[in-house]
């Protein structure tokens, strides 16, 4: 719907320009000074950005088309680059497009991947809810119909219906604080580089799951939509990430045993008791 919040003469900038423009703001410079931080080239941070965003703009537009080829058929080549006649843009294929392309460039310029992510990680937390703000006024997140006490209405709908976009922001709100919390209260548990980037994304590709399933989307694959094959593999990532080099793997053998033997007593004991009063 684009909403215009500002016209100066031939002008206008709509509530979803601005509010993308100020989330790359926050990442960027946030982004960016957490690599500085780190002693990282300037010049190489800077490409970074620059490609990443370049990547994230081309992999959000061909995202959008290709969930939403209906829309482009009979002029397929004119309306993918006349954004302003068929706009749209996915927000997972530019975070999968512009994350990948970073992380390649990283390890070309030897930035460590756990550094890298941990600046990426805190620039996109950051900067969420502010793409989140932009897809709320602009009705990109429709939810499905609800009675709920929350739910809003939106043109062209019947009814109340769920607001997705701020149960997203809510929900990274809510990572935040659990991740906060837990720096504060143990603090050598994710002091390790990569840990704060593979607990925020394990959490966050869980509640974005959920949320799924109250949004309305129009391509869906084994029961499931596009959008929650993402987050799956974002997941599995990220859950493979914690076990590997995340102390998981150590979890595992140190805790596992001891658990299991506990469960074998405890079934144990319960089964001698049975068996004293069946003999009784």
């Not at 990569?194 to 029961?223: C, D, K, N, Q, R």
Request: with cysteine; hydrophobic share 50%.
């Amino acid at each position: 719907m684009y909403p215009t919040l500002i016209s100066l003469g031939p002008l206008h900038i709509s509530s979803f320009i601005l509010f993308i423009v100020v989330s790359w703001v926050v990442f960027s410079f946030l982004f960016w000074r957490q690599l500085r931080n780190q002693a990282i080239n300037e010049e190489h941070i800077y490409q970074l950005m620059f490609y990443g965003t370049a990547a994230a703009f081309v992999g959000s537009r061909l995202g959008f088309v290709m969930t939403h080829w209906y829309l482009f058929e009979g002029n397929l080549l004119i309306r993918i680059f006349t954004i302003w006649i068929q706009p749209g843009f996915s927000f997972y294929g530019g975070f999968l497009a512009g994350g990948a392309v970073m992380l390649a460039m990283s390890r070309t310029f030897l930035i460590r991947r756990s550094l890298f992510l941990d600046a990426f990680t805190i620039g996109f937390s950051s900067a969420f809810p502010w793409g989140v703000i932009a897809a709320f006024l602009d009705g990109s997140i429709i939810g499905k119909s609800t009675s709920f006490v929350l739910g809003i209405r939106m043109p062209g709908r019947q009814g109340l219906v769920h607001p997705v976009a701020l149960y997203e922001m809510f929900a990274v709100f809510v990572i935040l604080l659990i991740l906060y919390l837990v720096r504060q209260y143990r603090k050598t548990s994710l002091e390790r580089s990569g840990l704060y980037a593979l607990w925020f994304f394990f959490l966050f590709s869980l509640m974005m799951f959920s949320l799924e399933f109250i949004t309305e989307s129009p391509v869906y694959f084994s029961g499931l939509n596009i959008n929650q094959w993402v987050c799956i593999g974002i997941f599995g990532e990220a859950a493979g990430g914690l076990i590997t080099w995340g102390g998981g793997k150590e979890f595992i053998k140190t805790h596992v045993p001891i658990m299991y033997k506990k469960c074998v007593d405890l079934l144990g004991g319960m089964y001698a008791k049975i068996s004293r009063r069946n003999s009784t």
